[in-house]
């Protein structure tokens, strides 16, 4: 039997059915005092993985902190519920956080509370409404553009990257998006040139190493300078 659904589909796209976990201190509730974090009610992926390991991939959120030649503007395409965007709003300026999943981009809202932090309900890469898939029912992260045999699909909004207009500097990009990475970074092109930011992709995931991704990126100037576990850092040097 498959699992609960985050979400349903329906003719506005994916649409919220989840209740999102509220403050523990409400009957209602289950946050777990060991994450911090809110997830969509189903999820059960991340809240064992964040107790086990204290957070959510801390060498890799500390690296790009230390890769990052300053800290402006930093790009969290893929936010999820913010697991990144919060502690990256802790050192960075300003954190621009993008995620198209409603279930999670309601846990994003109660997870990152900072000032700084501008969140948006939209993915980055070539313009439309995407078809995208939920591959897991406890894991609200396994939402994709492939199909499988899925839990259920609906319509999340892309935009390109190059269509929003950023003031300051764009110091670094942290991007983990399952399999449209290339397609997103060609999307922000025209920023990229401009503003050189360290680039923090996921490049190798459970649907194999996606080489293209390095390769675009090599083939307008940057280099890889580090890697940790599969995910890759890339400047202008």
């Not at 809240?47 to 990052?68: D, M, P, V």
């Not at 991007?175 to 060609?186: H, K, N, R, V």
Request: hydrophobic content about 40%; glycine content about 8%.
């Amino acid at each position: 039997m498959k699992p609960p659904a985050q979400g349903v589909a329906g003719a506005g796209g994916i649409k919220s059915t989840t209740v999102v976990h509220k403050q523990i201190a409400n009957d209602d509730a289950q946050v777990s005092a060991e994450t911090g974090f809110f997830l969509p009610s189903n999820d059960r992926h991340f809240g064992e993985h964040l107790k086990k390991a204290g957070g959510y991939q801390i060498a890799t959120c500390q690296r790009l902190i230390k890769l990052s030649d300053t800290h402006e503007t930093v790009l969290d395409i893929g936010a999820h519920v913010g697991l990144f965007s919060q502690p990256l709003s802790e050192v960075f300026q300003t954190v621009v956080a993008f995620e198209p999943v409603p279930t999670n981009f309601e846990c994003l809202q109660k997870n990152v509370k900072n000032k700084n932090a501008i969140l948006i309900n939209a993915g980055i890469g070539k313009w439309g409404a995407r078809k995208m898939y939920l591959h897991k029912g406890d894991n609200s992260g396994s939402w994709t553009h492939t199909e499988m045999e899925d839990v259920e699909t609906g319509l999340a909004p892309i935009i390109p990257l190059d269509l929003f207009s950023f003031t300051g500097v764009i110091s670094a990009i942290k991007m983990d998006i399952q399999g449209m990475e290339t397609e997103a970074l060609q999307s922000g092109e025209k920023l990229l040139l401009a503003h050189k930011p360290l680039i923090c992709v996921e490049a190798k995931s459970k649907y194999g190493e996606d080489k293209t991704i390095q390769a675009y990126l090599e083939s307008i100037g940057a280099v890889v300078v580090d890697q940790v576990n599969k995910d890759l850092f890339l400047k202008w040097l």
